[in-house]
């Protein structure tokens, strides 16, 4: 039977080595500050949820949350891309609308030497097209759209976050869907490595409104994209008026080659 004394005894046990655990703690914080800032941050990134290997916010670019994976992101941009109505409008009553804004946009990148008649083009997140068909029409017949659901003969099926192309393909690279990357840097990688050197990069995005529900993140500035394009010299930023989107963001990439830490 177990005494008062034994009881006491027992205790005092349980005590000392708490406080010799403690006293040891304290020791090897003191000692290796850094391995023990290490052992923390491993355990936290470990028990993060999946999507948080994709998020990569700033003060002026804040990705949304809410993606508990990669797949699930995918399936959000599915729902918008897939959309019955939707695809309807944007091959009824936007085609031609949209296509003279565009034709617009491009003929003013001609002339200002961005473009040329024999650049070879991709639009980035291009749904059905317009922008792809829009180049046609302003005399630019090589080029190429992707997005996750293809719409042959002017969009291939592709993930802008791991484009389908050899690494310098386009002399020239359009976008206006920036607000529905969830991983920004991999984005604008992806359009570096797939861009010539010497290419231009032109990116449509909004700076003081909110973009809709599938949205993947919001910029503030023009900031975040300098930061972004690392291998690309900011050329040109102007207002403009492309359905929603206010602002035109020109990189041109420069002739050195300069490794991606992705």
């Known amino acids: 039977m177990e005494t008062a004394k034994t ?12 406080s ?32 948080s290997a994709f998020v990569s916010s700033t003060e002026d670019l804040k990705i949304r949350p809410g993606y508990t994976s990669y797949d699930t992101y995918i399936q ?7 959309n019955p109505k939707l695809r309807e409008i944007w091959t009824t009553r936007d085609w031609d609308r949209k296509i003279q804004v565009f034709s617009r946009f491009f003929a003013d990148l001609k002339s200002e030497k961005f473009l040329a008649d024999s650049s070879k083009c991709l639009c980035v997140g291009a749904r059905v097209g317009q922008e792809v068909e829009a180049l046609k029409r302003v005399g630019v017949a090589d080029s190429i759209g992707i997005d996750l659901v ?9 993930d802008f976050h791991n484009q389908p192309f050899d690494d310098e393909t386009f002399d020239f690279e359009f976008s206006n869907v920036f607000d529905h990357a969830l991983r920004p840097e991999k984005f604008v990688a992806e359009i570096e490595r797939t861009l010539k050197s010497d290419g231009v990069a032109v990116l449509h995005v909004s700076l003081s409104r909110r973009g809709d529900k599938y949205s993947a993140n919001d910029l503030y500035s023009v900031k975040p994209l300098v930061k972004l394009f690392r291998r690309s010299k900011l050329v040109r930023v102007r207002k403009v008026d492309g359905f929603g989107l206010d602002t035109e963001v020109v990189f041109r990439k420069t002739k050195k080659n300069i490794k991606q830490g992705f």
């Open 20 to 51: 010799l655990s403690f006293l040891l703690l304290f020791l090897f914080i003191s000692l290796h500050p850094n391995r023990f800032q290490a052992l923390l941050t491993t355990t936290v990134t470990e028990n993060r949820p999946p999507h």
């Open 150 to 158: 293809p719409f042959p003969p002017l969009v291939i099926k592709g």
């Open 76 to 82: 959000r941009q599915l729902n918008k891309t897939l």
């Open 7 to 18: 009881k006491h005894s027992t205790f005092k046990y349980l005590i000392l080595s708490l």
